[in-house]
């Protein structure tokens, strides 16, 4: 069976049309389980209702007019109850319907699964017969399995437009929407641009075009190119192959050959189809020929034939990125952004980013919140090539992408860029304004640095100092670690920015999601392996010499705070402050000669592991002052991997637990006399520090683009107020429930604004 199903999806993914792919999959599925009917129901979620799309023994009139209602007949029942359904006559069933167009009167036996994708009904697959039966369980497995592998192409069907059940026939058929995760607040109107594309025609979309001759052109020369290629491999290599395995070359110049590959090509590219498109769907279908077949040799020469096709195809995007020039408002789209990725592009040119791996606390969505950049991560499901080029709405608040947007859309959407617009200009007005209560009742506000040097080196009044600033970025940007030397200067730079102020500085934080390219781990589960603490404490060579140049940086200065990240035991404080004291006396003794003076730093340590929750008073008496990182806390108290975007609905700050921890941290930290701060995302979310100020919480951290966010919210509400609504909301069972309550005091506060443009 399982080889049956293979050929069956591989046969379904050659056709490009979808409603044909619909037919081909229908007639397919009949043969293969000797059935008297095979039909495909696709879920219309705007009518609540189910359009029969293709059937093998159902009236073909009715495809594409029956529709059977969300809680109607057999087909409703499943997409309710989210199951198989197997019946031996499917007429005296109680939920029975009877539709005349379909004209099913004399099947009984029926057989019918939910296709599903990530919890969401897409659409039902029914198998029936004539005679009276019930469905094997291979019979019911064998359609369960195919439905969850067929339910990605429906997904990849209304990503790129090709399905659409809507009966509004002057809609716009290429104007697409994709569902993502919400990565960075905002609007972003621009233009797709893909970095560091990777040349494999599996991951290539299929585009039309009206330039049939240029698409030749690029497709000729492209062939020309690896035939060169080609021969120069094979004049290499003739020596020192055998002369059977060098035959390969060959079949690969045969292969290049107009009558071979080229012609089949070129008549894709004068069908409307562009020159890769032509090349993705001819090679495909070589290999799939090839895979099909009962000699091994033959079915081994598929590689070749897609290892080909991945040439003809490098060659092609080379051309064609020696003229892509970077638009002028860029929407950069990536499998996964980093910082050094980021570094690439000039600031004044992105106005969004999508990456199609990691959530809404992944690290690349922090990035993006820092920068003030619109994101949407976790499209999992939607190959990058399908967004090159392409005119795209980003919206960073749903974490939507609207594919060539109609006029009426773009301008809804232009309308409440301009309303983000103005609420930025109300926000700078704040800027010089203290960050008190309604009740005189000041907040610390912090900014959380590291990510973007040219942003964070500059003066700035509207801050009360850095409350994270995260050390590993210029470890990652590097191919080796960073001097002592250098690690001076980067410091050194960041204290002069305001002497006053304090530069509260988190040792290497590397592991994870934060890789050095230099220092491999591989691990099963990174974020419960070898990261933060555990590694530069086994690394003490690594860990001294940052420490030196944090406490050389600050020589003649006392705004120098150092805190440990990853902390779950108290030995590890113990030996990381004994490395601390080390590194202390060794500059201590050099700045004796030249006469500077060097001042102890406060230390103090990261409460993100949930077993130190239960050693605050332990630490207290060994620290300076607690912070809080609230990201990894509330993806380790709730067992979610916070760059995995199919769990992203799972990680969330507002769950009752984690608002209960850090209530509980707060009321530890109070009773021991420890100054707290928290420097995680929620601090900068307009509700999360609304129940924060609630909690106790006086030191807020955030990235700079929500500081006056935060402060107008601060100076909104007196503190008994935030204390009336954490008592309300501690009493709540979901984060759902949490965040409706937390945006209605916002609106209520005339705050609505801060949760969405044009509110």
């Known amino acids: 069976m ?3 199903l293979k050929r069956i999806v591989q046969e379904v993914n050659q056709v490009i049309d979808f409603d044909d792919a619909l037919t081909l999959l229908a007639l397919r599925l009949k043969e293969a389980t000797k059935v008297d009917c095979c039909s495909i129901y696709l879920a219309n979620y705007e009518q609540q209702n189910f359009h029969l799309k293709a059937t093998e023994g159902l009236s073909k009139s009715a495809i594409g007019k029956v529709t059977i209602g969300f809680s109607e007949g057999l087909i409703g029942l499943i997409g309710q109850r989210e199951e198989p359904i197997n019946i031996d006559d499917a007429h005296s069933h109680p939920r029975f319907k009877h539709y005349p167009e379909v004209k099913e009167e004399k099947y009984h036996a029926f057989l019918g699964t939910p296709i599903i994708h990530q919890r969401k009904v897409l659409g039902v697959i029914t198998l029936q017969q004539k005679i009276r039966r019930h469905f094997s369980e291979d019979e019911e497995a ?8 067929i339910a990605l192409e429906i997904v990849h069907a209304q990503a790129r ?19 993502g995760v919400p990565g960075s607040e905002g609007i972003a109107i621009g233009t797709g641009y893909v970095a560091n594309r990777v040349s494999t025609l ?10 049939p001759a240029e698409e030749r052109a690029l497709y000729r020369e492209a062939v020309a190119q ?7 491999m094979s004049d290499r290599m003739q020596s020192t192959l055998p002369e059977d395995v060098h035959a390969i070359f060959d079949m690969y110049l045969h292969l290049l050959d107009a009558n071979s590959l080229g012609h089949e090509v070129e008549e894709k590219i004068d069908a409307g189809w562009s020159a890769v498109s032509g090349l993705k769907m001819v090679v495909e279908q070589y290999v799939h020929t090839f895979q099909n077949m009962n000699d091994s040799y033959m079915r081994e020469r598929a590689v070749d034939v897609e290892d080909l096709g991945n040439k003809i195809l490098a060659q092609m995007l080379q051309s064609q990125d020696s ?3 970077l638009p002028e408002r860029t929407i950069l789209i990536a499998e996964e952004i980093s910082a050094s990725m980021l570094a690439e592009y000039p600031p004044q040119s992105l106005v969004g980013i999508v990456s199609m791996r990691g959530s809404q606390n992944s690290h690349a969505a922090i990035m993006a919140r820092a920068l003030g950049l619109p994101s949407v991560m976790g499209l999992t499901d939607v190959p990058v090539s399908m967004l090159s080029g392409q005119h795209l709405i980003l919206d960073g608040y749903s974490g939507e992408i609207i594919v060539s947007p109609e006029a009426n859309i773009l301008a809804e959407y232009q309308q409440l860029a301009s309303e983000e617009l103005e609420l930025f200009e109300h926000l700078q007005g704040l800027a010089n ?3 008190i209560s309604k009740d005189d009742c000041e907040v610390k506000l912090l900014v959380n640095a590291g990510l973007s040097m040219e942003l964070e080196n500059t003066h700035s009044s509207d801050d009360d100092g850095v409350g994270l600033y995260r050390t590993e970025i210029p470890f990652m940007m590097r191919e080796r670690f960073p001097s002592e030397k250098e690690q001076i200067e980067l410091y050194r730079s960041m204290l002069m920015v305001d002497p006053q102020k304090s530069i509260t500085m988190r040792t290497l934080d590397v592991g994870g999601d934060k890789p050095l390219p230099y220092l491999p781990i591989n691990e099963e589960n990174p974020f419960l392996g070898w990261r933060g603490i555990r590694l530069t404490l086994d690394h003490p060579e690594i860990f001294l010499v940052q420490v030196r140049a944090m406490l050389k940086a600050s020589l003649g200065l006392s705004n120098l705070k150092i805190m440990l990240p990853m902390i779950t035991s108290v030995n590890e404080v113990d030996e990381a402050f004994r490395l601390v004291r080390q590194a202390f006396f060794e500059v201590s003794e050099e700045s004796q000669l030249s006469g500077e003076v060097l001042s102890m730093p406060q230390l103090g340590v990261m409460l993100e592991v949930p077993a130190v929750l239960y050693q605050i008073p332990q630490l207290a008496s060994r620290v300076d002052f607690f912070s809080i990182g609230s990201n990894d806390l509330t993806q380790y108290l709730l067992a979610v991997d916070r760059n995995n975007a199919r769990v992203s609905a799972l990680y969330d700050s507002y769950h009752p637990a984690v608002l209960r921890a850090l209530k509980f941290i707060i009321d530890q930290a109070n009773a021991v006399n420890k100054p707290v701060t928290l420097c995680g995302e929620m601090a900068g979310e307009p509700g999360g520090a609304l129940l924060l100020f609630g909690m106790g919480y006086r030191n807020l951290s955030m990235n700079r683009h929500n500081l006056l966010k935060v402060k107008w919210v601060v100076r909104s509400v007196s503190s008994d107020d935030a204390q009336a609504l954490l008592d309300d909301v501690l009493t709540m069972s979901t984060p759902q429930e949490v965040r409706e309550a ?10 609505g604004g801060l949760v969405r443009a044009g509110k």
């Not at 599996?202 to 330039?211: G, H, I, R, W």
């Not at 690896?226 to 120069?232: A, F, I, K, M, P």
């Open 323 to 325: 003229e892509q020039r």
């Open 742 to 751: 937390l945006n209605l005091k916002l609106e209520i506060l005339g705050l």
């Open 226 to 232: 690896t035939r060169l290629e080609v021969q120069d």
């Open 202 to 211: 599996s991951n290539q979309a299929l585009k039309q075009v009206n330039n």
């Open 161 to 179: 437009g090709a399905l659409d059940l809507s009966d509004d026939a002057q809609r716009n058929k290429w104007q697409s929407t994709l569902h």
């Open 2 to 4: 399982l080889t049956t």
């Open 142 to 149: 064998f359609l369960v399995t195919l439905a969850a592998q």
């Open 433 to 435: 304004l203290p960050s």
